[in-house]
């Protein structure tokens, strides 16, 4: 397991209880990034969740010590190819995915996800933590 991560939503959500097998693996391999994407998702959970005080902060203290990285023109080219070749697939998954796999295909990364959905992109790396 070489190479630069992305983590996907349900893998920082394992870091809120403290998930040690995954918290193991950022310590471990130090080029981890967060998409400004995945971001959004935590922080909308927070916010429908029944501790709108306390979770936005547990968000706010753990992406302080994980680099972010946005998406820009380059993401949005490969978003548009990745989101036409689901279509022609018949294989359509959730808009903020394919903007995430288009930021890890762009970068050459390697997504972290314990979403199968994924495996429907071709060219995306992936690794389950």
């Given amino acids: ?3 630069n991560y992305i983590i996907d939503t349900n893998i920082i959500i394992g870091f809120l209880p403290g998930d040690s ?5 950022v310590r471990k391999y130090q080029n981890v990034y967060v998409p ?7 922080f909308f959970g ?12 547990c968000i706010q203290k753990l992406i302080s010590n994980i680099p972010i990285i946005f998406c820009d023109l ?6 548009g190819l990745l989101k036409n070749k689901l279509k022609q697939k018949g294989k359509p998954i959730p808009e903020n ?10 970068h050459n ?6 979403d199968v959905h994924f495996y ?7 690794e389950k933590w």
């Avoid at 097998?21 to 693996?25: A, G, L, V």
């Avoid at 927070?46 to 902060?57: D, L, R």
């Avoid at 429907?120 to 992936?126: C, H, R, T």
């Fill in 21 to 25: 097998y995954i918290m193991e693996n």
């Fill in 36 to 42: 400004i994407i995945v971001i959004g998702e935590l």
């Fill in 97 to 106: 995915d394919i903007r995430i796999a288009a930021v890890t295909i762009q």
């Fill in 46 to 57: 927070a916010y429908k969740s029944k501790n709108t005080e306390k979770n936005p902060e």
């Fill in 74 to 79: 380059e993401s949005s080219k490969y978003y």
């Fill in 1 to 3: 397991m070489n190479g």
């Fill in 120 to 126: 429907e992109i071709d060219g995306l790396a992936i």
């Fill in 109 to 114: 990364f390697i997504l972290v996800t314990k």
